[in-house]
C-alpha cells in the first residue's frame, strides 16, 4: 500500500502471511462479462446509500485531465482506467435522485458488470486506535517520525522511481528499520509523538494510519507520509520459514502474541522487515469518517477496499460475494458493492481485495481474521455518448 504521493498508506494486514502464491500475482485478468441478475444478492443492496460516496469520486475524477490513469493494465479494461471515461457516468449521476429503484437503474444504466475472479482473496484492515504522548516520558519510548528532509525520491538513469538519500555527493538507499531503530533519525526534531511499545509503531505503519489517544484525552489523527523505499517483508512469512507457527495460523492476533511473548526476540523479527513508514498530521478530515485513501477520499468503512491498481483502476465499484467472520466465531454470507479507494503493498494480483472495516476494537478483530474467498466482479462505466 502503495503510491508514495497518496494521502493514506492502507497496508494489508491480513497479507502478513503473505500466503498469495507468484502464480496468483501474475494471473493475467479476463474479465468475463456477466448481468446483474447473476450477482446473488444484488435485488437487496441499497444503491441509493451508495450515490454520496460516488459524487464524492466524481467530484475527484472529473477534475483530473482526461487522460489520467486511474489504473489496470493497458488493454486489459474495456473503459473506466481513464479519467475521461467516467464522464458519461458521472454527467448522468448529477440527476439521480436517492430513491431506491432510481439509484438502481442508474447503476444498471452505467456500468456494466464484468466477472474479476470466482475465487478471489478478501482480506481485512482497520485504522488502529494507539495510546501516544506528545513528549517521551514513562512508558512512552517509541518516536513516531514524521518525512526527514533528506528523504529524496527521484528517477534512475532507466527511468524508475527510487528513494534514498544524498551522501557525499552520492544517491544511496535510506535508512533501514533496523539503522532508524538504532538512532539514525535521532535529534532532528521528527518526532509526532511518542508511543508505548516499538509493537504499536510496528502495527501502526502496516495498516498506514490510525488515531492515537493522547494523555490528554484528545484524539489525534496520523496518516501516511512517506516510506524509506525498502522492501515489504510480512513478519509472518519469517515466523513461518523459522518454524514459529503455521502459515494457517497468521494473524494479527498471533503476531501480537508472539512478539509480547518473546521479548528479547521481537526486535529482530520486526526488523526483518526493513520497509519504515513515516506519517504525517491529518487534521482536516472529521474522526466520525475514515482516514483518507489514494484517492483523498475518507474511507467507509464496510464500503472501501484496497486493491491492486496495476489490475483495476482506483474509484471502480466492485461487487463482493464472500464470507465475513462473526462475533461467534462463524462465518456469515456477505454481499456488498464496495469502492476501490485505496491501495496497499501486499495487495497483489487478480481477485484480491483488502476491505476497510473501520476503527475501534470490533474493526481490529474482524481485519485481523477475515480471509476468506469470494466472487469478485466489477462494475466499469459506460463510456459517454
Known amino acids: 500500500m502503495k503510491t508514495i504521493t497518496r494521502l493514506s498508506f492502507g497496508l494489508s494486514l491480513a497479507l502478513l502471511a503473505s500466503c498469495a502464491t507468484p502464480e496468483q500475482e501474475e ?20 444503491p441509493g446509500s451508495l450515490l454520496p460516496e460516488l459524487r464524492t469520486e466524481c467530484q475527484r475524477i472529473t477534475r483530473l485531465p482526461p487522460e489520467t490513469h486511474l489504473g489496470g ?9 481513464l479519467a475521461g471515461d467516467w464522464s458519461g457516468a458521472c454527467t448522468a449521476l448529477q440527476s439521480v435522485g436517492s430513491e431506491p429503484g432510481e439509484a438502481r437503474r442508474y447503476f444498471e444504466t452505467w456500468f456494466a458488470p464484468y466477472l474479476v475472479a470466482n475465487d478471489g482473496l478478501i482480506t481485512g484492515y482497520y485504522e488502529p486506535q494507539i495510546y501516544a504522548s506528545a513528549q517521551k516520558g ?43 531503530d538504532r538512532g539514525a533519525l535521532e535529534g532532528r526534531g521528527l518526532e509526532i509523538a511518542w508511543l508505548r511499545s516499538p509493537e504499536d ?36 512469512r519469517v515466523l513461518v520459514s523459522q518454524g514459529q507457527m503455521a502459515a494457517q495460523d497468521v494473524s494479527l492476533a498471533t503476531l501480537r502474541a508472539w512478539l509480547a511473548a518473546h521479548p528479547d526476540r521481537a526486535q529482530s523479527v520486526m526488523e526483518q522487515n526493513p520497509n519504515y513508514v513515516f506519517f504525517r498530521r491529518i487534521d482536516t478530515v472529521p474522526l466520525d469518517r475514515g482516514a483518507p485513501g489514494s484517492m483523498g477520499i475518507p474511507l467507509t468503512p464496510g464500503r472501501s477496499v484496497a486493491v491492486d491498481r496495476s489490475v483495476l483502476p482506483l474509484g471502480v465499484p466492485l461487487w463482493i460475494d464472500t464470507h ?20 496497499g503493498s501486499d495487495i497483489k494480483g487478480v481477485g484480491r481485495a483488502d476491505l476497510f472495516t473501520g476503527w475501534g476494537t ?24
Request: glycine residues 12%; negative net charge; proline residues 7%.
Open 73 to 81: 493494465a493497458q488493454g486489459t479494461i474495456p473503459n473506466g482506467s
Open 362 to 385: 470490533e474493526a481490529e478483530a474482524l481485519a485481523g481474521k477475515l480471509r476468506s474467498r469470494g466472487r469478485m466482479v466489477v462494475l466499469l462505466p459506460h463510456p459517454p455518448a
Open 27 to 46: 494471473a493475467r485478468l479476463d474479465l468475463t462479462p456477466v448481468t446483474y441478475a447473476m450477482l446473488d444478492g444484488w435485488s437487496a443492496e441499497t
Open 324 to 343: 465475513l467472520p462473526q462475533a461467534n466465531g462463524a462465518e456469515g454470507h456477505w454481499t456488498h458493492l464496495v469502492f476501490a479507494q485505496d491501495v
Open 201 to 236: 509503531l510496528f502495527f501502526l505503519q502496516i495498516q498506514g494510519a490510525g488515531r492515537l489517544v493522547m494523555t490528554d484525552g484528545s484524539v489525534r489523527r496520523v496518516g501516511f507520509a512517506a516510506k524509506n523505499g525498502e522492501p515489504y517483508v510480512p513478519i509472518g
Open 138 to 180: 514513562g512508558e512512552f519510548q517509541t518516536p513516531l517520525y514524521g518525512q526527514p528532509a533528506d528523504l529524496v525520491r527521484t528517477k534512475d538513469t532507466a527511468g524508475d522511481w527510487v528513494t534514498g538519500r544524498w551522501e557525499n555527493d552520492k544517491f544511496v538507499p535510506y535508512y533501514s528499520r533496523a539503522e532508524i
